[in-house]
Every structure is written in C-alpha cells, then in structure tokens.
C-alpha cells in the first residue's frame, strides 16, 4: 500500500490548492457584494468566516510540507 503514498499526496495538494481557489472567489465575492448598505465583507460574522477559512487552509498547507518533507527525507524500511 506504500507505493499509493505519492498519489495521496498529489490528491491532498490539489484539493489543498482547490480549496486556496475557494477562498480566493469568496474573497472577491464579499468584496463585491453589498448587503444591508455595505459590503459583504464589512461584516465581521463574515471577516470571521473568511478568517477561519484561511486559518484552515493555510494550517493544511503547512502539514504537507511537513509530511513532504518527512517522505523526502526519513527512510522507511518496510518488512518483507
């Protein structure tokens, strides 16, 4: 099952890399939007998501460079 290990990674970044894409939409978005006489992103229920989203993406991004790093770099001997 080892040898899926780089096909699981490259799924973890592209959905990583989707969901950067995502928030950069709803950044634009909210930006755009005006509700209630001002702009979506005025908001701070809205700021709060937005932040959290970020928080979220960029803590996923840092653990798979962790990991990457590790694959890279620390040998794993499988038992035959």
């Known amino acids: ?3 899926f290990n780089h096909e699981r990674m490259g799924i973890a970044i592209q959905a990583n890399r989707f969901a950067r ?4 939409e ?3 978005y ?3 939007r005006k509700t209630f ?3 979506l992103v005025d908001h ?3 700021r709060n998501k937005l932040a959290h989203m970020a928080r979220q993406i960029e ?3 840092a653990w798979m460079e962790v990991l990457i790093h590790q ?3 620390i040998s794993i001997h499988y038992p035959e």
């Open 59 to 61: 803590a996923t991004h």
């Open 26 to 28: 709803a950044m634009k």
């Open 1 to 3: 099952m080892h040898n």
């Open 30 to 32: 909210a930006h755009k």
């Open 71 to 73: 694959t890279n770099n």
């Open 44 to 46: 701070p229920v809205i």
């Open 37 to 39: 006489g001002q702009k």
């Open 21 to 24: 894409v995502c928030y950069e």
